[in-house]
Structure formats: C-alpha cells, structure tokens
C-alpha cells in the first residue's frame, strides 16, 4: 500500500525523516532545538526499550551470511543442491499475493 508514493522504511529510517522534519520546521519557525520543551518529560516503554535492544542487535547480523552462501555455491556446483520446490513455489505465491494488498 502506497499512501505517499515514497518507499517503506525501516524503524530507523522513519526516526531520522521524523528528526529532519522537526529540525526544519523548528528552524522555520525560530527555534534551535525543536524536539525540546523545558519542563516536559518523556518516559520510554518497556516495549521500545525492547525494540530498541533488538533493533540493535540486528544491525550487528551481517546483511548476507557468507558460509551459507559458500555452501551453497559449492552445493550448486557440484550438482548436489535440491531446492525444496513446493516450499519455494508456496512463498513465490505468498510474496506476490501480499504485494497485490
């Protein structure tokens, strides 16, 4: 679902747009520090504590798992790697169904 035609973003991505826009509409209107209110108080949930551990957590994954690609190279060359079909077909049907939502 597009609703203003830019691409999806990541938790990370949406801070960062939310950030630039605070800051130039603070700029806009006269402020330095847009985000901050003396004497206002913000409390972090557990939850987004959570998320932000996880969040973290995730960025130390590498983005592509190299020893499982090695093997499977190896695997695809040699003639010994058997995808599992029905699995492969089942989520090729799933992706292009939930892209049409």
Known sequence: MKVDGKPPVGIGGFIREVSQT????????GRKTPLSVQGEKV?????????????????????????????LRARIQEGSY??????????????????EV
Request: proline share 5%.
């Open 22 to 29: 605070e800051k130039a509409e603070g700029a806009k209107n």
């Open 43 to 71: 409390e972090i949930s557990q939850e987004a504590l959570l998320v932000r551990e996880l969040v973290e957590k995730a960025k130390a994954f590498p983005e592509v798992r190299e020893d499982l690609v090695k093997e």
């Open 82 to 99: 058997e995808p599992p079909l029905e699995e492969l077909a089942s989520r090729l049907l799933l992706e292009a169904l939930l892209e």
